[in-house]
């Protein structure tokens, strides 16, 4: 139930983190061969007389990583009646996504050839987008508290 908003900043930020799962973190192409990096695995495909193939190496705890961070920023939308608890979640799914966008690097460098000539896509930005939405929601999370304390002032 969305009540304030920081809720629909912590939607936001559990939206961008289930992209990553779709959208590739690093591209790179040699000799036909076109290597994708995603938070799932390596995709490679192979261009050979009109067959494409696809070859995956799959990264399971990158992508429990990333479920279980989207999740608990989800799951934290319904402590909106206790927002200190809720402030203390999201600083915890910031590091937490601080400390995955490191290891999507360290995923990355897999690559074959390195990351030399690589281009990143779109989901290499995400865990930076996903961190600024919690900020957000944090700066809700303090207007609330701020008019709380207010109200009670007039009484």
Request: aromatic share 12%.
């Amino acid at each position: 139930m969305i009540q304030r908003i920081q809720s629909i900043w912590l939607f936001l930020a559990t939206l961008t983190l289930i992209l990553m799962l779709v959208l590739p973190i690093a591209t790179k192409e040699i000799n036909g061969a076109k290597s994708e990096i995603y938070t799932n695995g390596l995709h490679q495909k192979f261009e050979d007389n009109n067959m494409s193939s696809l070859s995956v190496q799959p990264f399971f705890p990158l992508l429990i990583t990333n479920i279980a961070v989207a999740a608990l920023a989800f799951i934290n939308i319904f402590n909106f009646k206790r927002r200190s608890l809720q402030k203390r979640i999201i600083i915890f799914n910031i590091a937490a996504i601080g400390g995955f966008a490191f290891w999507c690097s360290i995923y990355a460098k897999k690559i074959p050839g390195g990351l030399d000539g690589a281009s990143f896509g779109v989901g290499a930005y995400l865990p930076a987008l996903a961190i600024l939405f919690c900020v957000l929601a944090i700066f809700g999370i303090n207007k609330d508290e701020r008019l709380i304390r207010s109200a009670e002032r007039l009484r």
